[in-house]
């Protein structure tokens, strides 16, 4: 697998449904005034600013150092700092640990459970949303039709199951307490919807290759794609996503 570049410009000016899919999740955060809360993964940090205005003492981490530019420019205020969710330490731990979109980004998810039961107090809680199984299969599919073999080697995220992902939070000591996965169809905006996906999210697919290149991959694919996912002027998306709510037992 390869990393990904992102594109705070783009990410924010038309892919705003990623974070305001993540609002209802921040219901079942449920953040309290002078909790201290880290925000892993927190991309260009609209829901950063979200959990601050509970009150709550949040810190946003990321890894690119564009988007934290742009959560930085976004909300001065705030407290951002950058790491790999896969490996990081925190002075002080934290009464919650949320994530919205990004763990099915981090390639050592055993790794980011580490670090996230790491960085919870006792009695803390761990929010999380991502892409699960079964996630965008038919991009995937399409993807391997139109790359072939070296399709799945560009593949940037690991959308995991329930059984995946809940023993990774068990073996590091927390309880999982709400685990759920489902389909959340998602439109994206316009006739353009599906490209402006796929330059935004799928860049490792079409690293190397010249603008031409990437022009007959990108119509390649909509054709491969159009009969499942576009109707009435409309490209809906086939997400699944993944849900849990865990908690670190009190010792
Ligand atoms: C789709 S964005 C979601 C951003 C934000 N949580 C939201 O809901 O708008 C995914 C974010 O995860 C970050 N990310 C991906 N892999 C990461 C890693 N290994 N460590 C830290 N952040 C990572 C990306 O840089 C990006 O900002």
Redesign the pocket.
């Known amino acids: 697998m390869t990393s990904s570049s992102?594109d705070p410009q783009r990410?924010q000016g038309r892919h705003s449904y990623?974070?305001q899919f993540?609002e209802s999740l921040l219901e079942l955060l449920q953040p309290r005034p002078g909790e201290r809360i880290l925000?892993?993964?927190?991309?260009?940090g609209?829901?950063t600013a979200e959990i601050a205005r509970s009150g709550a003492e949040v810190t946003g981490?990321?890894?690119?150092p564009d988007?934290l530019a742009q959560a930085r420019k976004n909300y001065p205020q705030l407290k951002f700092v950058a790491?790999?969710?896969?490996g990081f330490q925190v002075p002080e731990p934290f009464d919650a640990v949320f994530?919205?979109?990004?763990l099915h980004?981090?390639k050592d998810q055993p790794a980011a459970a580490a670090s996230i039961a790491r960085a919870l107090k006792p009695g803390g809680r761990f929010v999380t949303e991502l892409g699960g199984k079964g996630c965008i299969a038919s991009i995937i599919s399409a993807m391997r039709d139109v790359f072939g073999a070296e399709a799945d080697q560009r593949r940037p995220w690991t959308f995991p199951s329930i059984g995946e992902f809940a023993p990774l939070l068990e073996q590091h000591g927390l309880e999982v307490r709400q685990a759920s996965l489902f389909d959340r169809p998602t439109p994206v905006e316009g006739e353009h919807g599906l490209e402006d996906w796929l330059r935004m999210f799928c860049s490792s697919y079409f690293r190397g290759l010249s603008p031409e290149q990437t022009r007959d991959a990108l119509r390649a694919l909509a054709d491969r794609l159009r009969p499942a996912l576009y109707r009435d002027g409309v490209w809906t998306l086939d997400y699944r996503r993944l849900r849990v709510v865990a908690v670190k037992p009190n010792r």
Request: net charge negative; aromatic share 14%; with cysteine.
């Open positions: 992102w990410y990623v974070w993540g925000d892993v993964g927190c991309g260009t609209q829901l981490l990321d890894n690119s988007m790491a790999d969710a896969a994530s919205n979109a990004a980004w981090v």
